[in-house]
């Protein structure tokens, strides 16, 4: 009798979670898993998951046009029924997502293992909501324990910016016409998805022209929209980046308003400035943990900018922060695994 190959179906939702589970797809396909990779229409996310995930099978599930009718019907509602039809023709051992209660859903209703790895335990009630469906749902060491909810010794960027999985690439600023840490990394976030809603938008380009003109910017910006709100010496970057977390560790600062590229920015040892509004358990740990990670939010981050531009570049402290993350933390890739062998069919 031939055999057959365990079945598994990860949803992303978000470009972040992209990342987090590219190396998680490529490892369980190595050992022999079918791997559906699932996605929410919305921006650049499609155009990046045909890009990262080639050579996997990837199917659009609903999408999201950034109005809170849309996230809660096409992005919510109506993926649940899409997932359902879907894990009902495809028998999956097991479905894997970061915050997705749609999928959970899915899954409850069709009797299909599911378990989820998040790090917002912010969001209170979609959690409660998760932790209900799921089989279990995991986040850092920033929530106490239970039957519903476990932990990972880590934060969930480090399943792909641990040096054990990312190397970075010197050569990728010679695009721009830059040299490593000459400039500075500046990320924009748009207010217009569910967790930048209560946030004030174009939060550094409110401040932006007095950030010191002499050295190089480069943008990376979500509303391309917006471009005229920045200075026109900062050089725009065209989505999907190649290497963004390569320009990112070579920059001399990463000053970001979404929550995500900043703790990634930390967690390459670079300085990295928060200017976003949201108070996250997640960034304080952190910190704690050694990071280089800081929040100053909106126009309060701009002198904390101005004295880290400032600073000599200190190469070896950024190996070092790198270093000691790694010897204490998680490794993220493996943790997943484990779990997703003990909860399957």
């Known amino acids: 009798m031939p055999k057959i190959n365990p079945k598994i179906l990860i949803d992303i939702k978000h470009p972040a979670q992209l990342n987090l589970f590219k190396h998680l797809a490529e490892s369980l396909k190595n050992k022999g898993w079918e791997v559906t990779v699932c996605y929410l229409q919305r921006g650049k996310l499609p155009q990046i998951i045909t890009r990262e995930y080639a050579g996997f099978h990837t199917l659009p599930v609903g999408s999201s046009k950034g109005t809170k009718w849309s996230i809660l019907w096409q992005g919510n509602v109506q993926r649940v029924s899409s997932f359902l039809k879907l894990i009902?023709?495809?028998?999956?051992?097991?479905?894997?997502?970061?915050?997705?209660?749609?999928?959970?859903?899915?899954?409850?209703?069709?009797?299909?293992?599911?378990?989820?790895?998040?790090?917002?335990?912010?969001?209170?009630?979609?959690?409660?909501?998760?932790?209900?469906?799921?089989?279990?749902?995991?986040?850092?060491?920033?929530?106490?324990?239970?039957?519903?909810?476990?932990?990972?010794?880590?934060?969930?960027?480090?399943?792909?910016?641990?040096?054990?999985?990312?190397?970075?690439?010197?050569?990728?600023?010679?695009?721009?016409?830059?040299?490593?840490?000459?400039?500075?990394?500046?990320?924009?976030?748009?207010?217009?998805?569910?967790?930048?809603?209560?946030?004030?938008?174009?939060?550094?380009?409110?401040?932006?022209a007095n950030i010191p003109s002499d050295v190089p910017v480069l943008l990376s910006l979500e509303d391309k929209a917006k471009a005229h709100l920045y200075p026109e010496h900062w050089v725009q970057l065209l989505e999907p980046v190649g290497d963004i977390h390569s320009l990112m560790f070579h920059a001399r600062l990463v000053l970001s308003s979404g929550d995500s590229m900043a703790r990634e920015g930390a967690m390459l040892g670079t300085p990295s400035i928060y200017c976003g509004v949201r108070e996250m358990r997640a960034n304080a740990y952190l910190m704690q943990e050694g990071g280089l990670l800081s929040q100053h939010p909106e126009e309060a981050a701009l002198e904390p900018v101005r004295q880290a531009i400032a600073r000599p570049v200190d190469k070896q402290k950024q190996q070092q922060v790198r270093q000691d993350l790694l010897a204490k933390w998680d490794d993220m890739i493996a943790f997943m695994e484990e779990k997703i062998n003990h909860y399957k069919k």
């Open 88 to 208: 009902r023709r495809n028998h999956y051992d097991i479905c894997v997502a970061a915050s997705s209660a749609p999928l959970a859903l899915a899954c409850r209703l069709s009797g299909t293992p599911v378990i989820q790895f998040y790090d917002d335990p912010e969001r209170q009630r979609i959690n409660a909501i998760n932790a209900r469906l799921s089989d279990r749902i995991f986040f850092p060491p920033i929530v106490e324990e239970s039957e519903k909810v476990g932990i990972f010794n880590c934060l969930k960027e480090w399943s792909y910016l641990s040096p054990a999985r990312f190397t970075p690439d010197p050569g990728v600023t010679e695009a721009y016409g830059l040299a490593p840490y000459s400039y500075v990394f500046v990320r924009e976030v748009s207010n217009q998805s569910f967790n930048y809603y209560d946030q004030k938008a174009d939060i550094v380009g409110s401040f932006a």
